[in-house]
């Protein structure tokens, strides 16, 4: 393959683009290479600027459950910008959607949209601290949550204590509010909430852990977290930007049936607009202003546009629920052949991720972290040669669409099978 137009697009980039992105992942350091510039995509189809076409099971980091310029919702967003792309005073076709998101996810009582996964969370993070009136908070180590100052954190000194900046440029005192635990890991939150009775706001989780590569929680983990929370008069919050719509149309809190507090989700709720939602019970919803005095805005906050790409795309995958049936088969057959290599191999339907840690079991981020990051690297540069494209990083997932035909799956299996790595 030759990318020399995207080496040359990559050049200018870098000019006046920090690291020549718009987002840290999508400069392909973790792989050591150029990253392609896209030029087009349809279906389960990328073309970059040098002609070379690719299987996409990236799907725009998840967004993409449809595949690329799906149809109808290219129409939606064309006819919505045909009247105005956003006019900052509020308009029905909002409502339409926040009544389909309450009908797939009936937790989410009261909802507000926003423009990104990172600042729903920020927003559900600020709306438990204001119901609750606690400052601290309970992330996971490896679970990433948006960029938002308290959030860009890593473990301190004591795990009992608050966490350290992960970030330049997050004041220490953001950080110092974090407590770290560990994934699938019950005694580990036991014994922050031991140590901080009385003062935990919430806990924010990814259901399906995805960002230090796909961890499912362990059975009664989520559960746990549901009790202990409970019990503790904390807030238990699902970031389920990634899982949202993904592992079911009902999210991973239908999926394992729990109930959060709260929920955030992103990506394929906007259908690849830039669109997310934070929302759960009223009552901490009510705090939210104009009604109480949790203060959040934004200007595109619930924009036509994405809210037509969001109505669309929810529209189609209510309309046609036998999509995850299909997911789980697909995505079930690239497992099973990854599997026959000898690799790890974590899936929730249609998320998945392979672990290049010699068969040893993926359960939270020390264990991931054992992976090996240049045979990543190298699988993924023998995929790309070949015409697929697979997440430019061992620590991010792997997605499958529903515009990926048998002959796609077929393709990709029969190139794992191949792979001499
Ligand atoms: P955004 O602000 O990027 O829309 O969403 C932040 C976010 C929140 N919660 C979860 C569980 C997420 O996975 C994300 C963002 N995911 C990354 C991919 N792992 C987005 C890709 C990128 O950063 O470019």
Not at 312 to 324: D, G
Request: hydrophobic share 40%; glycine share 10%; aromatic share 10%.
């Amino acid at each position: 393959m030759d990318w020399k137009k995207s080496e040359q697009c990559f050049q200018a980039a870098g000019n006046i683009l920090p690291g020549g992105v718009n987002s840290p992942v999508r400069a392909f350091r973790a792989v050591g290479r150029t990253p392609f510039f896209v030029e087009r995509g349809r279906g389960s189809r990328l073309w970059d600027v040098d002609g070379n076409e690719y299987i996409d099971y990236v799907c725009s980091w998840g967004p993409g459950i449809l595949g690329h310029a799906r149809e109808e919702v290219v129409a939606a967003v064309q006819k919505a910008a045909a009247n105005g792309l956003t006019f900052g005073v509020p308009t029905a076709v909002e409502t339409e959607l926040a009544e389909l998101i309450r009908e797939a996810m009936p937790s989410m009582e009261m909802l507000r949209m926003v423009s990104s996964g990172t600042e729903a969370v920020m927003s559900a993070v600020r709306a438990a601290r204001g119901f609750t009136g606690r400052e601290k908070i309970v992330k996971f180590t490896g679970c990433y949550h948006g960029h938002s100052d308290g959030l860009l954190v890593k473990a301190g000194s004591g795990l009992l204590t608050g966490a350290v900046p992960d970030s330049a440029g997050v004041p220490k005192g953001y950080a110092e509010n974090t407590l770290l635990a560990r994934y699938n890991d019950v005694e580990s939150v036991r014994a922050l909430f031991e140590a901080n009775s009385g003062e935990i706001a919430c806990v924010v989780v990814e259901p399906v852990a995805a960002n230090m590569g796909v961890v499912p929680p362990e059975k009664g983990f989520l559960r746990f977290l549901r009790n202990i929370t409970e019990e503790n008069d904390a807030l238990l919050i699902f970031d389920e930007v990634i899982t949202g719509f993904r592992v079911s149309y009902g999210g991973a809190q239908k999926y394992y049936g729990i109930k959060p507090d709260l929920t955030t989700l992103g990506k394929i709720v906007g259908g690849g607009m830039p669109l997310a939602v934070y929302g759960g019970r009223r009552d901490v919803m009510e705090t939210i202003a104009p009604l109480g005095a949790v203060y959040q805005a934004g200007t595109l906050s619930g924009n036509p546009m994405a809210v037509a790409a969001g109505i669309a795309t929810l529209k189609i995958l209510r309309e046609t629920p036998s999509v995850y049936a299909e997911l789980e088969q697909k995505t079930a057959k690239i497992e099973q052949v990854m599997r026959e290599k000898g690799w790890t191999v974590n899936r929730v339907g249609s998320l998945l991720s392979a672990f290049f840690t010699n068969g040893n079991p993926v359960t939270d981020y020390e264990t991931a972290q054992t992976a090996d990051t240049k045979a990543y690297a190298a699988y993924f540069g023998y995929m790309l040669e070949n015409g697929i494209y697979v997440a430019p990083s061992q620590f991010e997932a792997m997605f499958v669409s529903a515009a990926h035909s048998d002959a796609d799956i077929e393709k990709t299996c029969a190139a794992i099978r191949a792979y001499e790595g």
